[in-house]
């Protein structure tokens, strides 16, 4: 293992998409060019919102979906479960026991940071539970229309001066459709940020744990290198 590997994992809104959504549509190959991986979850409507956080845990507590670092990339109700669900699977992942590939030690996993859109924050308490979401202290970032009238911009400041997260105020409702390049934007320096912090975290776990060599596929066991 040479690089970090790193996943963004994209948590949709009501009645949204995994896949086919305009901003997943959109965000996609963003992490992608980056060389980040992308894996989506589809939330069913007939679920409780409790069963799925359960369900996204236990997706990103399985290190064959998140083998590395983890990115959170919520949209909406999205946003709500992605901080509900932040402080377990960090514990999860501060305190699982020593990963190994064959002869190799595997670093341990962390949670990079958070991008939100338009969350759904402080809003239906009959429907979100919990009016007071903490979120955990990681990198996050916010990105709300200002002619929101799903959920109200004001309930992302809010969110943002109580927990000190980066905000970004837009022109438009609550798809965004007509900010396209600039959410774009905004996506890739923030995924660019958490692929710093996580080749430095990876930097330092590879001076105590030096890697043997490997061999390419495509040779034989037996055969050097040129």
Known sequence: ????????????????????????????????????????????????????????????????????????LSSSRGAYISTRVSHRIIDCFSTEPERRDEDKVLPRRHVLGQF??????????????????????????????????????????????????QLSLLKGGHRMNSQRDYLCLLFEKFLRECMVESEKIFAKWLEKHPQPASESDDMPPTASRK
């Open 116 to 165: 939100f859109i338009a969350p759904a924050f402080y809003i239906k308490p009959e429907y979100y539970p919990d009016q007071d979401p903490q979120p955990a202290k990681i990198r996050t970032a916010i990105v709300h229309g200002i002619d929101d009238h799903v959920i109200n911009c004001d309930n992302s400041i809010k969110f943002a001066k109580r927990f000190d997260a």
């Open 1 to 72: 293992m040479e690089n970090p590997i790193i996943t963004v994992v994209y948590s949709h809104g009501r009645f949204g998409s995994p896949w086919y959504g305009f901003k997943i549509e959109a965000l996609r190959p963003v992490a992608l060019r980056l060389g980040v991986n992308m894996i989506s979850i589809r939330y069913s409507e007939d679920i409780s919102v409790e069963q799925m956080e359960d369900k996204l845990y236990t997706l990103l507590s399985d290190d064959v979906s998140v083998p590395g670092d983890l990115v959170f």
